[in-house]
């Protein structure tokens, strides 16, 4: 019967027939928040039948108020008291249930102090929080808010400020300016194998900059794909990117991948956030390699940020975290270094030695 539910209505379904009957039955006076939001696939809505093998099955995160911390233990009292051992027909782990109150979980999951989760965040600790983590912690969904916190953290969370966003789309501007000429000249020599691992880089960082334009949190790699293709711009894009990354030779790949630099370039004077640049590609000095100049879009982008600490970092454009390192250890030091003091995280520090 429930073969083809998400794991998103399967948590919904058990919060309003579960949780919610034995909180106003238990503790009828409560105030709290429900929602499904954190790390799984079916946050993001990109959980299959496959998915049910591990860490998959009806499961909601509870939120209290500060004033209310003392009443966790009447809480989990409530939601595990003569638990069944499934739910719809799939395996109930009640006793994993988190109760914890919204300061606590962000804080943690940001790499930040509680504290600092009402109050804000600064444009530096955007830079080091993992576009999947910000992902996961908008995505899903709310079943329930007595006191509205959690919607008002979700939407400060919604998207990078405008400042964040033109210096990680100048970074990855940046990035391709630095690369596009690589991938023919190391085609040219004769290495098509380093060349094609160059076009796989340079469409990376063209998926990743649309991500950034259409204003959407890209995900880790194993649904970065999948999330590409909801994009506005894919349905162009993919036929060139496709070709790219299965060209055998390395004339086919600056082909496809100059129609690409192309697209998004045009996209990026749509946009209206620079003045307009020229979209076409030229040559690589008296080079025959077609390149589309990343560098003019990224001081054009650079140019438009006012916060004087972006503009010192604008020096090096680096980026945030998914732009230094795509690895996974390193893009979990900040949620591993978040400590209740609110010390700063080394990355964050590495940011501020540089301004």
Same mark, same amino acid.
């Given at each position: %019967?429930?073969?083809?539910?998400?794991?998103?209505?399967?948590?919904?379904?058990?919060?309003?027939?579960?949780?919610?009957?034995?909180?106003?039955?238990?503790?009828?006076?409560?105030?709290?928040?429900?929602?499904?939001?954190?790390?799984?696939?079916?946050?993001?809505?990109?959980?299959?039948? %496959?998915?049910?093998?591990?860490?998959?099955?009806?499961?909601?995160?509870?939120?209290?108020?500060?004033?209310?911390?003392?009443?966790?233990?009447?809480?989990?009292?409530? *939601?595990?008291?003569?638990?069944?051992?499934?739910?719809?027909?799939?395996?109930?782990?009640?006793?994993?249930?988190?109760?914890?109150?919204?300061?606590?979980?962000?804080?943690?999951?940001?790499?930040?102090?509680?504290?600092?989760?009402?109050?804000?965040?600064?444009?530096?600790?955007?830079?080091?929080?993992?576009?999947?983590?910000?992902?996961?912690?908008?995505?899903?969904?709310?079943?329930?808010?007595?006191?509205?916190?959690?919607?008002?953290?979700?939407?400060?969370?919604?998207?990078?400020?405008?400042?964040?966003?033109?210096?990680?789309?100048?970074?990855?501007?940046?990035?391709?300016?630095?690369?596009?000429? *690589? %991938?023919?000249?190391?085609?040219?020599?004769?290495?098509?194998?380093?060349?094609?691992?160059?076009?796989?880089?340079?469409?990376?960082?063209?998926?990743?900059?649309?991500?950034?334009?259409?204003?959407?949190?890209?995900?880790?790699?194993?649904?970065?794909?999948?999330?590409?293709?909801?994009?506005?711009?894919?349905?162009?894009?993919?036929?060139?990117?496709?070709?790219?990354?299965?060209?055998?030779?390395?004339?086919?790949?600056?082909?496809?991948?100059?129609?690409?630099?192309?697209?998004?370039?045009?996209?990026?004077?749509?946009?209206?956030?620079?003045?307009?640049?020229?979209?076409?590609?030229?040559?690589?000095?008296?080079?025959?390699?077609?390149?589309?100049?990343?560098?003019?879009?990224?001081?054009? *982008?650079?140019?438009?940020?006012?916060?004087?600490?972006?503009?010192?970092?604008?020096?090096?454009?680096?980026?945030?975290?998914?732009?230094?390192?795509?690895?996974?250890?390193?893009?979990?030091?900040?949620?591993?270094?978040?400590?209740?003091?609110?010390?700063?995280?080394?990355?964050?520090?590495?940011?501020?030695?540089?301004?």
């Amino acid at each position: %019967m429930y073969d083809n539910i998400t794991g998103l209505q399967l948590s919904q379904r058990f919060h309003e027939t579960y949780i919610a009957p034995r909180l106003s039955t238990i503790i009828p006076k409560l105030s709290y928040a429900s929602a499904l939001i954190g790390p799984g696939s079916e946050v993001l809505g990109f959980d299959t039948q %496959m998915s049910r093998d591990h860490d998959w099955g009806p499961r909601v995160l509870i939120f209290l108020q500060e004033s209310d911390v003392s009443r966790r233990d009447a809480v989990w009292e409530a *939601l595990t008291k003569e638990a069944s051992a499934t739910f719809n027909g799939f395996p109930l782990h009640v006793d994993q249930t988190i109760v914890t109150t919204i300061p606590a979980y962000y804080g943690r999951r940001l790499g930040i102090s509680p504290v600092s989760v009402s109050e804000g965040l600064d444009l530096l600790d955007w830079l080091v929080i993992p576009s999947q983590t910000l992902a996961e912690l908008t995505g899903g969904a709310v079943f329930r808010d007595d006191f509205g916190e959690l919607t008002v953290v979700r939407d400060h969370l919604r998207y990078y400020p405008q400042e964040v966003w033109l210096f990680l789309m100048a970074s990855v501007w940046n990035r391709i300016g630095q690369e596009e000429h *690589l %991938m023919p000249r190391a085609g040219f020599a004769g290495d098509e194998l380093g060349a094609a691992l160059i076009a796989s880089r340079l469409i990376r960082d063209v998926m990743s900059l649309c991500f950034l334009i259409e204003r959407r949190y890209a995900p880790y790699p194993k649904w970065f794909g999948t999330a590409f293709r909801q994009l506005a711009c894919a349905n162009e894009l993919l036929p060139y990117l496709t070709a790219a990354q299965q060209a055998i030779e390395w004339r086919e790949r600056e082909q496809a991948l100059s129609a690409s630099y192309q697209i998004v370039a045009r996209i990026h004077n749509e946009l209206q956030l620079t003045e307009p640049i020229e979209a076409k590609a030229h040559c690589f000095f008296d080079r025959p390699f077609s390149v589309i100049g990343g560098n003019r879009f990224s001081d054009a *982008l650079v140019s438009k940020i006012e916060d004087s600490s972006l503009r010192k970092l604008a020096a090096y454009r680096f980026g945030g975290i998914d732009q230094i390192s795509d690895n996974t250890d390193f893009r979990a030091i900040p949620e591993r270094s978040q400590s209740p003091s609110g010390a700063t995280n080394p990355l964050r520090a590495f940011l501020e030695r540089l301004q």
